[in-house]
C-alpha cells in the first residue's frame, strides 16, 4: 500500500497528524453550524 510518491514508507506519526487535522478541521465546522442554529 503505497499512496505517497516521495517514499515507499511513510511514518504512522505523519498519518496520525493528518487524521487528527482532519478531525480538529470537521469539529470545528459542527461547532460552527451548531453555533449559528442557536
Not at 499512496?3 to 465546522?29: H, Q
Request: net charge negative; aromatic share 14%; charged share 15%.
Amino acid at each position: 500500500m503505497t499512496v505517497c510518491c516521495k517514499g515507499a514508507e511513510v511514518s504512522p506519526f505523519v498519518w496520525i497528524g493528518a487524521v487528527a487535522a482532519l478531525a480538529l478541521l470537521i469539529y470545528l465546522l459542527v461547532a460552527l453550524f451548531r453555533a449559528e442554529d442557536f
